[in-house]
């Protein structure tokens, strides 16, 4: 069975600062795929960045930097210099090898509240 | 391109009723997914489509259904409603590219209330 934990439940930060969110996955497929996606109060997910399991490489993108650490089975997702639009619920998700489906379904971890002010 | 898009974006209704509600994928998906979102279990996966055929299912009722049509919208059934199915309930849709875990995009989902 797959699992996502993200311990965190609610972060508050002020403006500028950065921030961590952390994520622990747990598969026993060698093949998959994580993914972080934030809710808006409006309640859309918005997909933000995926990762797949063979490609250990992190990157960054515009304010967002993602560690992927295969040792340690996690996936943590950076805010830099944080925008009080960014608050949002940030959800990391994990999807294994396709089955029979199109696509593998998601498992989601509970969310992280994150509130940034002014 | 257009995102997904599901209808109603609200519904209420009283226990015992059936609904439907609909989602439109991103033009050229192929794939539709539907989870449930409530406070206590958190996001959930429903049913995913493809080809107009039921590939893969959550672990829910027989009251939960859905279908696909040839044009990939898809709908989602609950029938005898239960105070429990009170939730936001999360279209997604994907490529369908045989050999690829493709990305799901959400539509903006619709909140069922069962009174």
């Known amino acids: 069975a797959q699992k996502v934990t993200q311990a965190q439940t609610e972060i508050s930060v002020v403006e500028k600062e950065d921030v961590t969110l952390d994520c622990v996955y747990e598969t026993r497929d060698t093949t998959y795929y994580l993914f972080w996606y934030k809710q808006p109060p409006s309640g859309e997910l918005v997909f933000l960045i995926r990762r797949n399991s063979f490609d250990e490489q992190n990157e960054i993108s515009g304010r967002y930097s993602w560690n992927f650490q295969k040792s340690t089975s996690s996936f943590n997702f950076t805010i830099t210099a944080s925008q009080v639009v960014d608050s949002a619920v940030y959800f990391c998700a994990l999807s294994g090898k396709r089955g029979t489906g199109a696509n593998s379904k998601l498992t989601f971890g509970k969310g992280i509240t994150l509130s940034v002010r002014p | 391109k257009a995102g997904v898009t599901q209808t109603p974006r609200y519904l209420i209704k009283t226990r015992g009723q059936q609904v439907t509600l609909s989602c439109s994928p991103i033009?050229?998906?192929?794939?539709v997914s539907w989870y449930q979102q409530t406070p206590g279990q958190g996001l959930q996966f429903l049913f995913e489509y493809f080809s107009e055929t039921q590939r893969n299912k959550g672990n829910f009722p027989g009251r939960f259904s859905g279908r696909q049509f040839s044009n990939s919208r898809s709908e989602m059934n609950v029938s005898t409603l239960e105070l429990g199915d009170s939730a936001l309930y999360l279209c997604?849709?994907?490529?369908?590219?045989?050999?690829?875990?493709?990305?799901?995009?959400f539509g903006p989902g619709t909140r069922l209330l069962v009174l």
């Open positions: 997604a849709s994907s490529l369908a590219i045989t050999g690829r875990q493709e990305t799901q995009y």
């Open positions: 033009s050229g998906h192929r794939s």
